[in-house]
Structures are given as structure tokens and as C-alpha cells.
């Protein structure tokens, strides 16, 4: 399996709303780090921390949150995943509409790094009382 396609499994996990697919490409050791400003910022290390600082944390806060991809680009060690998140915050109601690039490494045919890169503004306003 390439690269490219252990990552289109991955989104396509993600349209099915399959959280253990989703996590599959990750190892003890994969590094994800989420955008500075975006609400769960930070670097966490393998599938667990993912789950539980990430997925988790969308899972409790947002409706309909997804990831529509636009482009892959496939860039030998490393692919890019272009698309928008949209979602609506539970606490809120309101929604909101952001573009994202998600940076994947890869050494010896597994993912080492996972980058958000993303827009956090929209998300951060739909988290706060206006």
C-alpha cells in the first residue's frame, strides 16, 4: 500500500465515521500535532492520545463536525490533504466553515508525523458567546 493510499484510507474512515480506520495509520510513536489556536492545540504521540485529546474532544463539543476533502497530493514521503471542517458547537448552536491542510510524514512506509494547518479563527468564534 502507498503512502497515498494509507492516507485516502484514513479519509475515507473519516467519511464513515470509523474512528478505529481512522486511527489505524498511526503508531505508538506518531507525533499529530494540532494548529496553534485551534481549540485542541497542541502535539500528542500515537492513537491513544489522538483519541482522547482530539476525536474525543470533537465527539463532546460539535454536531456534525466533518473534514471534506478537496485535494491529495502525494509528495513521496510525505503527503498534504487539502479540504474544509465544518461542524456546529454544541454550546453555542453556532456553526462554522474552515479551510485545513493536514501535512502526513512517512519513513519506511509508516506515518510519523501528522500537521494541521488551519484557518482557527472560524472555529474559535463559533465556540464563543456572543
Not at 17 to 22: P, S
Not at 45 to 74: C, H, K, Q, S
Request: no cysteine; aromatic share 12%; charged share 20%.
Amino acid at each position: 500500500m502507498s503512502n497515498l493510499d494509507i492516507i485516502a484510507a484514513h479519509y475515507a474512515a473519516s467519511d464513515r465515521g470509523d474512528l478505529a480506520g481512522m486511527l489505524a495509520p498511526l503508531g505508538p510513536g506518531t507525533t499529530w500535532t494540532e494548529a496553534a489556536g485551534f481549540p485542541y492545540a497542541g502535539t500528542y504521540t500515537g492513537p491513544g492520545e489522538v483519541r482522547d485529546n482530539v476525536f474525543g474532544a470533537i465527539a463532546r463539543e460539535w454536531d456534525g463536525y466533518t473534514f471534506t476533502l478537496g485535494d491529495l497530493f502525494d509528495a513521496g514521503d510525505a503527503v498534504i490533504g487539502i479540504g474544509t471542517y465544518e461542524g456546529k458547537h454544541r454550546g453555542t448552536g453556532r456553526s462554522f466553515t474552515a479551510r485545513v491542510a493536514h501535512v502526513w510524514k512517512f519513513a519506511d512506509g509508516k506515518v510519523t508525523s501528522f500537521e494541521q494547518i488551519v484557518d482557527s479563527v472560524p472555529v474559535v468564534n463559533a465556540m464563543e458567546n456572543r
